[in-house]
């Protein structure tokens, strides 16, 4: 299919894009550099609206705590922005690009946002929506129309920017947003138990986070997860390893972790620079990416090594330790049952996985193709499943989110009819036919 893709370069030319579209009756895949691309369903249009050119931050207040800017605006140039004020966005969003065998940093702010993904952090700082403060954008009536504020508090009428974090671009074409931003760590120290089976390392993680010791993150690699990892410290415990991240001022940071080493009965401590990287594993789901494995990331807290070391999510093509075509399924469940439903993928399917957020997200890669059966049937109810990354032809045979009892399929329904009454704007790519 020949696509003719629309690069609006302000609101109101992609205003113009959507009335064409509804003039002409041509649905429009809503899109910015394509990073994200292969979430959702496929797209079967003739017609892309490429938010790209929207390009550029309109205002960062660091005193404020408050970013703004231009939908198209790229997280590499947001995030280096942020990290000069010594500030960052406190949910950790997700490069998914290397998922794709894309490069690393070509997400986008409005990207992030629409498609709603969060990092480790969300079980202390919470999801992309948490910290959406305001919007401007186009919906399916081609009408531009702002929700939201500028400020951190800012609650009058129905909360739209937190609507549209997870939209999947179905209800409307971001074209600015406003988000909050936080000061970033002075320091960041890892906890790692080694050679736990899941269920003492989930229980141990279930400690931690009950602990008054302030846990930003905590998961556990199996060993053949472990072994990939470009961090030594990780990659060389020649078993499974289970982290707990603790983060904050120096002092404080050092005292936590020596009080909840001895809790946990931790065998070692990861230094900043390799705790930064192993994060950014996790978060970017860089075991599972088609990539060689990179020499493992020097220890000591030695920068240049730290910088030097092509992590993962940066190497090139071919995936050593895996299945390159592999499925990549994201499964949020209840902590206390991630062991027992684990096993379960386990015993059923050809599998590798992982645990994040104490246990309560399940990254799942396997070969199979008619895994999606397997694994919402293990569920049986406990949690939801979401396949994101699978060939075109599965996406659009199999429910990629997970089915919505009728009630709830009902309300959105109602809400797409709200925002784009005629089904312009990516119809059907989180649900057939909405």
Not at 37 to 44: A, D, E, I, S
Not at 77 to 99: C, N, S, W, Y
Not at 213 to 228: I, M, N, T
């Amino acid at each position: 299919m020949t696509v003719t893709t629309f690069k609006p370069e302000t609101a109101e030319q992609a205003a113009e894009a959507v009335r064409w579209a509804l003039s002409e009756g041509e649905p429009l895949d809503v899109a910015g550099t394509g990073s994200k691309r292969g979430l959702g369903r496929p797209m079967q249009t003739a017609y892309t609206l490429d938010l790209s050119g929207l390009n550029g931050v309109v205002a960062y207040e660091p005193e404020e705590l408050v970013l703004t800017a231009r939908a198209g605006t790229p997280m590499a140039v947001i995030l280096p922005m942020l990290a000069e004020k010594r500030q960052q966005l406190a949910f950790e969003p997700q490069d998914t690009g290397p998922l794709f065998g894309r490069p690393a940093g070509q997400g986008t702010l409005g990207g992030v946002l629409a498609c709603g993904l969060a990092g480790p952090r969300r079980l202390s700082a919470g999801s992309a929506r948490d910290h959406a403060l305001g919007m401007e954008g186009v919906n399916g009536r081609g009408e531009i129309y702002k929700a939201g504020g500028k400020v951190v508090k800012n609650v009058t009428g129905y909360d739209v920017p937190k609507l549209m974090a997870g939209s999947f671009g179905t209800l409307t074409a971001l074209t600015e947003v406003t988000v909050k931003v936080l000061p970033a760590p002075e320091d960041t120290r890892t906890l790692l138990l080694a050679g736990r089976d899941d269920a003492a390392a989930l229980d141990a993680l279930t400690r931690a986070m009950q602990s008054p010791h302030e846990v930003s993150g905590a998961a556990h690699l199996p060993a053949d997860v472990a072994a990939r990892s470009g961090v030594r410290g990780v990659a060389g415990v020649g078993g499974a390893a289970t982290l707990v991240r603790l983060e904050g001022f120096g002092p404080s940071v050092a005292a936590r972790v020596a009080a909840l080493k001895e809790e946990l009965g931790a065998d070692a401590v990861l230094d900043r620079e390799e705790s930064l990287a192993v994060w950014g594993e996790i978060r970017d789901v860089a075991f599972f990416c088609p990539h060689p494995n990179p020499p493992p990331l020097g220890g000591g807290g030695d920068l240049g090594n730290a910088a030097a070391a092509p992590s993962p999510a940066q190497a090139g093509e071919g995936w050593g330790g895996g299945n390159d075509a592999s499925l990549l399924w994201k499964l949020s469940v209840p902590p206390s049952d991630g062991a027992r439903i684990a096993a379960a993928i386990r015993d059923r399917l050809d599998a590798d996985l992982y645990f994040d957020w104490a246990g309560g997200l399940l990254w799942v890669a396997t070969p199979s193709a008619d895994s999606a059966p397997a694994i919402r049937g293990l569920l049986n109810g406990s949690g939801h499943a979401t396949l994101l990354r699978a060939p075109d032809d599965l996406r659009a045979s199999v429910d990629v989110f997970q089915p919505l009892p009728e009630s709830l399929m009902a309300l959105t329904r109602r809400v797409k009819d709200g925002f784009d009454p005629r089904g312009i704007l990516s119809p059907s790519r989180m649900y057939a036919g909405v």
